[in-house]
């Protein structure tokens, strides 16, 4: 009985949803525009395909965006002590920063010009910090972190990008006050040498001593560092990724936390084996999820809410809600987004390797780079997997207020003590008839489920749990499955001063 009353809701909505002007996406001007986020090219970093040939893959496939995310610098160095910063080992491979910036911002623009229905937007991943622990000697040498990354999309700067605050970038002259100390104790060390020199006996051979060890102490502790860190001294937590952070923030920039729950385990290497393709003496390497940096770190644009593994951030009251719970409190300047990274190299090789498969889909005005980047800013997205060749699309995600008020995702509705209302409309793109399965969530709480076959829409009234919150969706179909950014209200005669 309880079934057929739900079905008859279902049916009373959908009538209702054909007879009322829907406030979707569209009908408020805005356009859905499909794009390919976390895609690696061979030009300048992992990836197995050339831009060109990538800007071909993605017309194939239906897409209008592909956010580039070369790789900012792949190396690896690992210093012997005591002058860890001029003696070490070392191996780098392509990389934005190996063949330039500005080459890089060129060869994006260049295609951008050849191909007007295309947008490529160039973005760069970054892997700011990583740290050793154990030793060669014993076999247990571990290194820590090397695929912690977080992107960084919307310099346009050469420079800008070229002094990224990350291990391995080369000279810097940003943190010189703060490294400058532990350079004049060696340069005071260089001084009194000196002085020795002009002695005789015993003196003169300590101060030669001391010269050479001054020189190369100062040498390896010069203060034109591109990074604030260094390897060896563990565990910097958080910090070296607030870094960047801050300073993309600082240079217009915007970051997202790139596969914060990536499953990498602790993988071994050696002589016979490689690692960023180069072959090198055993090592571990360690990466530990991250997913809890979402709470730590601050002013971030957002993260993957949808990549090749298992995530557990986007559930009710974890790390996500914990998020936007604090900026609705006053304790963020700024709201956390999702959208979906694909993590691209290759085609074929695995589920997840074609660039329609995993796809953030924005919302905007116009078909322009701008638009796109000031969804991205916004929260005017959401993010897809495909599991098929049929494709799932979020037709419109809108909260409205009773005078008529309405947003989609990024948004922000006023309500004075009475409901909002909901709209919601999921359909694939052959009409096929699928089961779906949708969440709505209210501020950290499932408020509840709905369970249809698509073509869906849904209509529901809503009461709002706090002074200011938001309302996100979670749709599942089988293999398909769509991760929708929150809308948020707030009612003015509710909140504290």
């Not at 049916?11 to 356009?31: K, N, Q, V």
């Not at 969706?473 to 209200?489: G, H, L, S, T």
Request: a neutral charge.
């Amino acid at each position: 009985m309880k079934g057929c009353m739900i079905r008859v809701i279902f049916l009373l909505c959908a009538a209702l949803w054909i007879m009322t002007p829907c406030r979707s996406a569209h009908a408020e001007g805005f356009l859905p525009l499909t794009g390919a986020v976390h895609v690696h090219s061979s030009d300048f970093s992992s990836g197995d395909h050339t831009l060109s040939d990538l800007v071909d893959m993605a017309r194939k496939r239906g897409l209008d965006v592909i956010v580039l995310t070369d790789h900012d610098r792949i190396a690896l160095s690992y210093g012997i002590p005591p002058f860890r910063h001029l003696l070490s080992l070392g191996f780098s491979r392509n990389s934005v920063l190996k063949r330039g910036a500005r080459q890089y911002l060129d060869a994006v623009n260049k295609l951008n010009a050849e191909n007007p229905d295309m947008i490529l937007i160039p973005g760069i991943e970054s892997a700011p910090f990583y740290y050793w622990t154990g030793s060669i000697f014993k076999g247990n040498l571990t290194v820590h972190g090397l695929r912690k990354h977080i992107h960084v999309i919307g310099l346009t700067n050469p420079d800008d990008i070229e002094h990224l605050p990350i291990l391995e970038s080369g000279f810097s002259t940003r943190y010189v006050m703060k490294l400058l100390p532990r350079f004049l104790l060696f340069f005071g060390i260089i001084l009194l040498s000196l002085v020795l020199i002009t002695w005789k006996g015993i003196y003169k051979t300590a101060g030669r001593i001391l010269l050479l060890l001054g020189v190369l102490g100062a040498l390896n502790a010069h203060p034109f560092k591109s990074s604030l860190f260094d390897p060896y001294h563990g565990n910097q937590g958080a910090a070296p990724f607030q870094e960047v952070i801050d300073y993309a923030d600082a240079h217009g920039g915007m970051t997202f936390w790139a596969h914060p729950e990536a499953n990498y385990g602790v993988t071994e290497t050696g002589p016979d084996k490689k690692i960023l393709r180069f072959k090198i003496p055993r090592v571990f390497m360690q990466t530990e999820k991250y997913a809890s940096d979402l709470i730590t770190t601050h002013g971030y644009t957002g993260f993957e809410s949808l990549y090749g593994d298992t995530i557990h951030a986007t559930e009710p009251g974890k790390e996500w809600d914990q998020a936007l719970i604090r900026y609705c409190d006053g304790g963020r300047k700024k709201p956390v987004w999702g959208l979906c990274g694909l993590d691209f190299h290759k085609q074929g090789q695995n589920s997840w390797s074609y660039l329609d498969r995993g796809e953030t889909v924005f919302w905007v005005q116009e078909k322009t780079c701008e638009q796109v980047l000031n969804a991205m800013r916004n929260g005017r997205m959401y993010a897809v997997y495909q599991g098929g060749d049929s494709k799932i699309r979020l037709n419109s995600f809108s909260l409205a207020s009773q005078d008529g008020e309405s947003e989609i995702s990024g948004g922000t509705v006023e309500t004075r003590g009475e409901s909002l209302n909901l709209h919601l409309s999921v359909n694939f793109s052959d009409a096929a008839q699928v089961p779906v399965r949708i969440e709505i969530i209210d501020s950290g709480k499932t408020l509840y489920t709905l369970e249809g076959k698509t073509p869906l829409n849904v209509i529901q009234d809503i009461t709002p749990s706090r002074a200011k919150g938001y309302v996100r969706a979670v749709v599942r179909a089988d293999k398909y499955r769509i991760v929708a950014n929150p809308i948020f209200y707030k009612d003015p005669t509710k909140l504290t001063p």
